[in-house]
């Protein structure tokens, strides 16, 4: 969710909505292409609205953790070649991330410092496996670089886009692709996160420091296989309980309201085993051709119901 200067009243409404339907979490956007448009500033009446959205949640029981990056980035560092460049991102990334604590860090519950990284290296650099490499490892670095500058406050959760990747075809070549997209999706990742090492397909595997354990929730952002995901994060992963945030498939609400049904199953099936600290919903309304929860009225569907049933 993202507050602005003229949603207030439409804003404190969805809460409340969001509290009386017994949701516990609210992912609060923190938009750094408008809260920093010039390097080294920052517009404080972004951070102003931010803050004052997290206490109104606070207020109705709702805990307010903040998504620290989005596809939007500021025009300057992209022009200066963003997270693709590693002097870039090393030298801005961090910046923000200290500008967001100062703001944020008296009213956060929680931070998800980037979400869905391997979606987000595909849009950058889509056909160029040897750059799309570099701007993967660049990004754990990122990560580690956050986390370096988070950890010890408020919990820090990953959002991990991991999926089953299967081949398009019988070809050598089709079963190679889905093993390098496997491989990015979750050995990157998971694997550096529980020992350390960056193992980018086509690179020399490479230590980082600071990267083993480096958050205290391992978060996954899912449409489907919720209960392979969740075992195979627990496997390769590093020990720390588990988070789940569903986008469920389908193209009405009544396969929406099906898949979340799937999930809570799935869900209750591995509490047996597994840690798991939350599960939210990716999308609450309806919003931009999105289908949420709930109507953009905020009249709750089938979907909903079955979310909140779970």
């Known amino acids: 969710m993202r507050p602005g200067p003229d ?8 809460l409340a909505f969001a509290a009386d339907i017994g949701l516990q979490q609210v992912r609060l956007d923190v938009p750094w292409a408008i809260a920093q448009p010039r390097p080294g500033t920052v517009d404080g009446a972004v951070f102003e609205q931010l803050q004052s959205a997290a206490l109104a949640a606070k207020t109705l029981g709702i805990e307010p953790w903040f998504r620290l990056l989005q596809p939007a980035v500021p025009h300057w560092f992209d022009n200066e070649g963003g997270f693709t460049d590693d002097r870039t991102a090393g030298t801005w990334w961090p910046r923000w991330i200290d500008a967001v604590t100062d703001h944020l860090g008296g009213v956060a519950a929680g931070w998800v410092p980037m979400e869905a990284p391997f979606t987000m290296s ?3 650099v889509p056909d160029d496996p040897r750059r799309h490499g570099e701007l993967m490892h660049n990004l ?3 990560w580690r670089d956050a986390w370096r500058i988070l950890r010890g406050g408020q919990p820090v959760a990953t959002s991990l886009d991991v999926a089953t990747e299967r081949p398009g075809d019988e070809t050598v070549q089709a079963a190679e692709a889905a093993r390098r997209r496997d491989q990015l999706r979750w ?3 998971l694997g550096g996160l529980y020992d350390g090492v960056v193992r980018i397909p086509g690179r020399a595997d490479r ?3 600071d990267l083993a354990g480096a958050c205290d929730i391992v978060g996954l952002a899912l449409s489907g296989d919720v209960a392979t995901a969740l075992y195979r994060a627990a496997d390769q992963g590093p020990p720390r309980p588990l988070a789940l945030t569903f986008r469920p498939r389908g193209a009405t609400d009544t396969e929406h309201a099906s898949a979340v049904s ?6 209750r099936s591995a509490m047996s085993d597994l ?8 999308v609450l309304l309806d919003e931009d051709g999105r289908l949420g929860l709930a109507t953009a009225d905020r009249r709750l569907k089938d979907s909903g119901e079955a979310f909140v049933a779970g």
């Open 275 to 282: 840690s798991i600290a939350s599960v939210t919903a990716a």
């Open 7 to 14: 949603t207030g009243e439409q804003f404190a409404d969805d």
């Open 187 to 189: 050995g990157t990742w």
């Open 122 to 124: 595909m849009r950058l």
């Open 262 to 267: 799937s999930m809570w199953r799935d869900v």
């Open 207 to 209: 230590p980082l420091d």
């Open 140 to 142: 754990v670095v990122a």
